[in-house]
């Protein structure tokens, strides 16, 4: 058995950036499985949004936008009482992929569309829910959004969200976006960060190579 696994966060910029040169990957070995972990960059904050962070957010921000040309609203970060806790995203992603395990990445770029481009926050459940359902129901997923807020708000989905952030930790993960090989139940690692896709291509193609061999 294997499978690419992608440990990231909806709201990580990094995660963003790195969005277009995965679905490029993606679509060049679409026979492999895949599957999304979410990594809980900032989960469970509770502290409001002070200028300092603010500051370095956006810095970053910066940085992804001229590495990746994705758009990105500063406009995001200006909410009077906004708390940067990711786990309410993550676990929109968490309950697209209890429904529709192959959806669930196009749910996370959504969120994170949502989060950077157009300003949403994404820490807010009717507002996952809307962003999460819209791409549900194209795919054919028929879901209302109070039945996703349902589920979204259910003990099942808020465990299975903590769990992946404790398997992100058992891994030893510490940084966003981390792209991992398994093979027979091994891990080897394919990047941790942003990384372009013919790079991407050439790791694992070595990997691929060397766990055939072994």
């Known amino acids: 058995m294997t499978k690419l696994i992608y440990i990231a966060d909806p709201m990580c910029s990094w995660c963003y950036g790195f969005g277009p040169e995965l679905t490029t990957l993606r679509s060049g070995i679409p026979e492999l499985r895949f599957e999304v972990v979410l990594g809980g960059l900032r989960a469970y904050n509770k502290e409001l949004m002070d200028e300092a962070l603010k500051t370095t957010l956006l810095s970053h921000w910066e940085k992804v936008a001229e590495a990746s040309g994705l758009p990105f609203s500063k406009e995001a970060l200006s ?14 992603v968490v309950v697209a992929r209890m429904l529709a395990p192959e959806i669930a990445l196009d749910v996370f770029h959504a969120i994170q569309h949502g989060f950077y481009a157009e300003a949403l926050d994404v820490t807010k459940g009717d507002v996952l829910a809307k962003i999460s359902v819209d791409v549900l129901n194209k795919a054919g997923i028929n879901i209302s959004e109070q039945d996703f807020l349902a589920t979204w708000s259910s003990e099942d989905a808020i465990t299975t969200t903590n769990n992946d952030f404790h398997q992100t930790q058992r891994w030893g993960v510490t940084g966003f976006p981390t792209l991992v090989y398994e093979r027979v139940g091994e891990l080897y690692l394919v990047t941790s960060g942003f990384t372009r896709t013919e790079v991407l291509v050439e790791r694992l193609q070595t990997l691929v ?6």
């Not at 906004?82 to 786990?87: A, H, P, S």
């Not at 190579?209 to 072994?214: A, I, N």
């Open 79 to 92: 909410g009077k009482d906004f708390i940067y806790d990711t786990e309410p995203a993550c676990r929109a």
């Open 209 to 214: 190579d060397q766990t055939s061999d072994s």
